[in-house]
């Protein structure tokens, strides 16, 4: 008999969301951001949704938590939690269920802990909230619990005192602090560095296993939930387009978005490549060794020497302690090639790239550029060189000015070169825009109007107008949803196979340096500790750094069956 | 901490005699002999005359009457005005008075614009909202001497509430009229930065995390949105205590109340160098105090400002 209750009371599931509509009230009506959507999850179980942003993902799961913006409402459908539907549920009772039932983990670390309170304040108003104990100690244990080193000092600090990836174990305490049967992690760790990306997803996976929660995680990255969820629903423009077991998702995608998605997840890219070779595909071998030969051969568009910069920070009265941001790093960018600068946020890798662009004066070492060094340029030399070599930069919500149309942002270097005439000029918009696929009615348009693909594109015209010969990509793809990092990748790509430019690509993301880079230099704590070609790094890394760096992508641990390739 | 509080208080030493000196500066340019003026329509006697300029140091050029009166000050004698009394006494009656007044008006604002404001930042777009946010853009609009003289005749005259004037000694309860029209504009000012910090920090990450949390909506309210909505405010009301204490003198002028903006008033029409310096001077030290104090409320309300 007991056995018996057990068993249906395993089967019943925690959350099941049948036939949900989401509808937000705007200016012009309202609009469905989310339809039909159904899921399920069992106790303890993971479940990922996966999709890009704008697909409803994040919508669906916080509606499940009754947490929709003002304007937003549940239009249809049910939110059954444990027999209970509650999609129309009153505060009062969302409340009772809200940290107790169901925790949250949100995406942004930055943003999520109020600034004003100290990190124990905050722990300590959940648990009071929810009716536990909330003495220091109790605070303690539950920060500790998130692998909060130095608990009870810890919690009499404040966010801004926290690094990232501490605040995302703040916030995972907080919304594991009330042992909720359910735990909505919305983008967990989108925000942080690969290596830390994966010691909390770990620790995540650790903690509700213990505690037998069952997760709702949230997520963009395929590989990222392949890995770490049984179940994935794909969603799409509002609605479930696909679902079953991880797995199964990942190797029969049925569904054109999830082929594409499969496709272009940048973390299953270099798993795709191995399978390859392993299935012996000689030619291909070949055709890389031959390569590489080629471009090991080539010469150096940009050599960097003993390169360092120490910056003098501030601290109290007149008085300043020096930080070695790059110490001695030096590499070279092979003509035609693209070498990629690869660590973690504070590795230095963006200030090598402030030096190259000579936006940052180095404190010592020097740059050649074409065998010149850069940093014994006049002012007019330099304004020539600054014409050879052009930026992308991460953020092409930031970098593009509001004010101007995309004529004038791409033809503004032209004109500040005094290159061509009025109509020359706009010819060579033209002629720039059909370069990155933008049809040519976008000129008369602002940036507000576009998309961030579409945006990024635009800056890497603007990058292209002065033909330059080397192109600096500081992050150029990872704000950017992996479909559209996919097109921009080859995009880039193309243009330098097609114009034959040398690109310096700065990001964190191996996965995207797997599918772009000829070289790889490897920076920790502003040292050099890798370089060598692509394929050397990935397939026998020599430093422990970057070994830890690559075990950290997303989907590196999937054991795929050979026909995904 | 201790520090900063020091080389913030160090400051106010060339702030004051910057201050006494340009004010020093621009009495002693006024149009006019306020010697000549004291005899009314009747004729000047010149020897009279000539003692009454020797007794206030007016036959000096401009820099040595300064340094008298820098001199004087020093043993704190602030000199005596063309009544014969000493300003210290003036500035001993006048400064309570105009304390009470700006205190009540702050007050009055503070309370009333924040959690006026709050109501409406929650509930944005709602009658309440709408309503108070063109009754604050009246009260904007209209000049205090208007606001003023409209509330001294209804509540003072037609209702008679309370005197329509104050005069004599102005107690607290004599002082409500006044430090509401005085406070009035400012409320509004207080209540729209209040009701716009709040719609911002409503739709803030942490707020929805708060709620997530299981926090009940008082909670989310008080601790959550409000505290961190008032840094802005604080900055504001810190700076208009300042512009409460000095700018006064309309609103003292109609109710008849014997603060400092009349006796400044008073002062400048007369032509009075030690009165108009004097209470101009302890002005500036209220105003760099009050500075002092909100950015040191300012560390305390936001914990990631630091001062070293």
Known sequence: MTINTENTAALQPLLEIRDLAISFSTSNGEVQAVRNAHLTVMPGETVAIVGESGSGKSTTALAAIGLLDGNGRVSGGQIIFDGEDISHASEKRLQELRGNSIGMVPQDPMSNLNPVWKIGFQVK??????????????????????????????????????????????????????????????????????????????????????????????????????????????????????????????????????????????????????????????????????????????????????????????????????????????????????????????????????????????????????????????????????????????????????????????????????????????????????????????????????????????????????????????????????????????LLADLQSELGLSYLFITHDLAVVRQIADFVCVMEKGKLVETGTTDEVFDAPQQDYTRALLAAIPGSRLELPPEVA | MAGYVLRRVLQMIPVFFGATFLVYFLVFSLPGDPIAALFGDKPVNEAVAAQLRSQYNLDQPFIVQYLLYLKNLVTFDLGVDFSGREVSAVLAQAFPVTIRLAFLALMFEAVFGIVFGLIAGLKKGKIFDSTILVVSLIVIAIPVFVLGFLLQFIVGVKLQWTSPTVGGDAGFTDLILPALVLGLASFAYVLR?????????????????????????????????????????????????GALMGGAIVTEGIFNVPGVGQRLYQSVIRGEGPTIVSIVSVLVFVYVIANLLVDLLYAWLDPRIRYE
């Open chain 1, 125 to 490: 108003e959940t648990l009071r909230a929810n009716g536990l104990p909330h003495t220091p100690a109790d605070v303690a244990k539950v920060l500790e619990q998130a692998g909060l080193p130095d608990a009870e000092r810890r919690a009499k600090q404040y966010p801004h005192e926290f690094s990232g990836g501490m605040r995302q174990r703040a916030l995972i305490a907080i919304g594991l602090s009330c042992r909720p049967r359910l735990l909505i992690a919305d983008e967990p760790t989108s925000a942080l560095d690969v290596t830390v990306q994966r010691q909390i997803l770990d620790h995540l996976g650790t903690l509700t296993d213990e505690l037998g929660t069952a997760v709702l995680l949230i997520t963009h990255d395929l590989g990222l939930a392949a890995e770490r969820a049984q179940k994935v629903v794909v969603m799409y423009k509002g609605r479930v387009v696909e679902s079953g077991p991880a797995l199964e998702i990942l190797t029969n995608p049925r569904h054109p978005y999830t082929r594409k998605l499969v496709e272009s997840a940048p973390s299953l890219a270099s798993k795709r490549i191995d399978s390859a070779k392993s299935l012996g595909v000689q030619s291909a071998d070949l055709l890389t060794s031959e390569d590489s030969a080629k471009l090991k051969a080539a010469d150096n568009v940009i050599e960097v020497k003993d390169l360092t910069k120490v910056f003098k920070l501030r601290s109290g009265l007149g008085k300043s302690t020096d930080f070695t941001a790059v110490d001695n790093v030096s590499f070279d960018i092979k003509r035609g090639t693209t070498t990629a600068v690869v660590g973690e946020s504070g590795s230095g890798k963006s200030t090598v790239a402030r030096m190259v662009l000579n936006l940052e004066t180095p404190t010592s070492g020097s740059i050649m550029y074409n065998g010149v060094d850069m940093t014994t340029l006049n002012t007019k030399r330099l304004f020539e060189f600054r014409r050879r070599v052009q930026p992308i930069f991460q953020d092409p919500y930031g970098s593009l000015d509001p004010m101007y149309n995309i004529f004038r942002t791409i033809e503004e270097p032209l004109r500040v070169h005094k290159i061509g005439t009025a109509k020359s000029r706009e010819a060579k918009v033209r002629e720039l825009l059909d370069q990155v696929a933008l049809p040519s009615s976008v000129m008369r348009r602002f940036p507000n109007e576009l998309s961030g693909g579409q945006r990024q594109r635009v800056a890497i015209a603007r990058a292209l107008a002065l033909d330059p010969e080397v192109v600096i990509c500081d992050e150029a793809v990872s704000a950017l949803d992996v479909l559209v990092q996919a097109q921009i990748l080859n």
């Open chain 2, 193 to 241: 930065l209040t009701r716009t910090s709040v719609i911002e920090n409503m739709n803030a990450d942490y707020v929805r995390t708060a709620t997530a949390k299981g926090l009940s909506r008082p909670r989310v309210v008080t601790v959550h949105i409000l505290r961190n909505s008032l840094i802005p405010v604080v900055t504001f009301l810190g700076a208009d205590l």
